[in-house]
């Protein structure tokens, strides 16, 4: 989902920089910028890249700096040109705050966002909704037995390209009459990931206190309205 067209792309929450490495490696923008809030973990990073990818190798179109600090006060406006600020592998409501904050220090910049939360993700939908971003592309992966939403969005609104509160082109299979061996296998992605979905917020409405117990009820019926046969 990273296309050519981004002058920088942020790995924020980079940890050991697993992402921004590759990155690096395919060329993909010619700055790649490791972002961490760990001083330990920006050192270490840094060191790797010294050794293994110096920014003097002039065979390589790319270059990378780090950048030891939270990513709320990424310093977009520095560096001309379009940004991608991926940030993955954290919560949901982490993320709603990281963006919030993107968006209100840069309202003047058309940002991308590639977004891979762990939970909370119909929150995070719903705050880019509230925020009017506009939806380029969503996929539904499953790795380890774990389930990812990944959204690629963008700062600036589309009419014809919303951000759906439960996601619309990750259930498409669930409805396609392609009998495919991928198109079957991901159906079965999308149901297992669905009925996991819609468990967690059945689990959470029974364990909440009277008179609040109906307030996922509006997110359980957005969910059940996905597929016929839940
Ligand atoms: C589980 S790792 C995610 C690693 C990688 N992005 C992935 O998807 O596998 C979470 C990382 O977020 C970093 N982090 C947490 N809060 C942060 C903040 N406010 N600013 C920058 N990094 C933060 C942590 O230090 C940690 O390295």
Known sequence: ??????DHIWD??????LLGYALLSRQAAANIHFVDIV??????????????????NTSSSSRWQ?????VAKLPLDQ?????????????GDLMIKF???IYQNHSNLAVDFLLCPVHHQYPLRTKLIELDFSLKNEVLVQENRRFYEILLVSTSSEADRKVSPVGNQIWQSLTSKNSEQTSKKQAG?????LKKTLNHYQRMQQGSSPGKANNVQHI?????????NI
């Not at 001083?39 to 003097?56: G, T």
Request: proline share 3%; glycine share 6%; with cysteine.
């Open 79 to 91: 560096y001309a040109g379009k940004h991608l600020v991926i940030i993955a592998g954290v919560g």
């Open 39 to 56: 001083p330990e973990l920006m050192a270490e990073v840094e060191n790797k890249l010294r050794r293994f990818c110096s920014n003097s």
């Open 220 to 228: 359980i019926d957005a969910y059940r309205a996905l597929s016929p």
């Open 189 to 193: 992605i999308a149901d297992n990931y």
């Open 12 to 17: 924020c929450c980079c940890d050991h920089g």
């Open 1 to 6: 989902m990273v296309t050519s067209q981004y």
């Open 99 to 101: 963006i919030e904050a």
């Open 66 to 70: 780090t950048h030891c600090l939270d």
